[in-house]
């Protein structure tokens, strides 16, 4: 048996494509429906409720455009949103995966850098314990990175000042292993690396999710026979900067489709 509906991708913005990416360098027979809430983008400022009410938003409108899964690319929405989220379909977040990988790597001491709505959840710091209780865990909210990050100052000046004050307490308290809690992140990593050093590991999670969701959709039979799939990116405001930054991410030429997700409600395009 073969499924070749499409996996459902959604994040706030630009950051979820580095997940839209692992999924398709990990399972590049199957589709990917992504949507970048781009109109209600920032998430990680944003109350829990407000948080679970776009979530299920975002996820009805890609239940209504017919995926077989979900994956929810956005760190705030995955510690906020999950537990309230109603839908058949199968759902993955991104901190579990990232705690998991986090706590096999690290030799004690974790750092996280996130929304501060994530920092203000717990989540990472709870997962991580689940799963080594021994670990000294220590957050920092970065507030101003996700808006750096969609303007595109990937490599700039005033990007590595606002991380190195960032990353300073935790570059302080010595530890070995840092959780990029946000997937805007990643597309810091080298300025991220450049202040943190070499002794301190950078953890993804993006790969990690890649992995978790093959073994999910294969152990349920909802894997594809397709030699390759297709990309479709929604968005519900257009800008030329997230189409510039998308083909960065995904390395090949992206078609946004404008959204109202409350027309769509439905399923209606």
């Given at each position: 048996m073969?499924?070749?509906?499409p996996i459902?991708?959604?994040d706030s913005g630009v950051g979820g494509l580095t997940v839209a990416a692992a999924l398709a360098r990990r399972l590049p027979?199957?589709?990917?429906?992504y949507l970048g809430d781009t109109a209600r983008l920032p998430y990680g400022t944003k109350s829990?409720?407000?948080?679970?009410?776009?979530?299920?938003?975002?996820?009805?409108?890609?239940?209504?455009r017919?995926?077989?899964a979900v994956v929810v690319a956005c760190n705030t929405a995955s510690a906020l949103a999950l537990p309230r989220l109603v839908t058949a379909l199968p759902v993955w977040g991104v901190i579990e995966p990232g705690a998991r990988r986090a706590a096999e790597l690290s030799a004690g001491r974790v750092g996280v850098?996130?929304?501060?709505?994530?920092v203000r959840s717990d989540a990472y710091a709870l997962a991580l314990r689940r799963r080594r209780a021994n670990l000294e865990v220590l957050s920092q909210a970065c507030p101003l990175l996700v808006p750096l990050v969609e303007e595109g100052w990937l490599d700039d000046p005033v990007t590595a000042e606002v991380l190195r004050r960032y990353l300073a307490p935790l570059l302080a308290a010595r530890i070995d292993t840092l959780v990029l809690g946000c997937t805007h992140y990643p597309l810091l990593a080298p300025a991220i690396a450049a202040v943190a050093?070499?002794?301190?590991?950078l953890v993804d999670s993006a790969e990690a999710v890649a992995e978790a969701v093959a073994a999910g959709l294969r152990e349920r039979g909802l894997d594809s026979d397709q030699r390759t799939g297709e990309d479709h990116v929604c968005v519900t405001d257009a800008a030329a900067r997230f189409a510039r930054l998308a083909r960065e991410i995904l390395e090949r030429p992206v078609r946004l489709?404008?959204?109202?997700?409350?027309?769509?409600?439905?399923?209606?395009p």
């Open positions: 073969s499924d070749r509906r459902g991708v959604f027979g199957e589709s990917i429906l829990e409720q407000t948080v679970a009410r776009y979530t299920q938003t975002n996820v009805d409108f890609l239940v209504g017919g995926v077989k850098i996130a929304t501060e709505s994530t050093g070499p002794a301190v590991r489709e404008l959204v109202d997700l409350d027309r769509a409600a439905g399923g209606e």
